[in-house]
Nanobody, 114 residues
Framework: QVQLVESGGGLVQPGGSLRLSCAGS????????MGWYRQGPGKQRELVAT???????TYADSVKGRFTISRNNARNSVYLQMNSLKPEDTAVYYC????????WGQGTQVTVSS
């Protein structure tokens, strides 16, 4: 059974930075295109960044230039570096496979507020 554990969220002021981590067990991340998703208050879950097995990166327009996704297959982990955070980035952030998502983890809360 695949388990995903996200961490690194917290309360940060606008303009601040956070680095999210996602660790997986029960599967091998290196075989899959991976993504970071988020779900803001009253909103649907959206895909914000992806990294393919070959390292190709894609970003939602809303985070382009501010967020950076990376992976460490040896550690079965995916990361999201978030800079220049805005209040509209407030959400629960999740990682998962892109093509065929597994069961969702609990996510990590990111709150951007002064």
């Amino acid at each position: 059974q695949v388990q995903l554990v996200e961490s690194g969220g917290g309360l940060v002021q606008p303009g601040g930075s956070l680095r999210l981590s996602c660790a997986g067990s029960g599967t091998i991340f290196g075989f899959y295109d991976m993504g970071w998703y988020r779900q803001g208050p009253g909103k649907q879950r959206e895909l914000v960044a992806t990294i393919s097995t070959s390292g190709r990166l894609t970003y939602a327009d809303s985070v382009k230039g501010r967020f950076t996704i990376s992976r460490n297959n040896a550690r079965n982990s995916v990361y999201l570096q978030m800079n220049s955070l805005k209040p509209e980035d407030t959400a629960v952030y999740y990682c998962n496979a892109v093509t065929t998502p597994w069961a969702w983890g609990q996510g990590t809360q990111v709150t951007v507020s002064s």
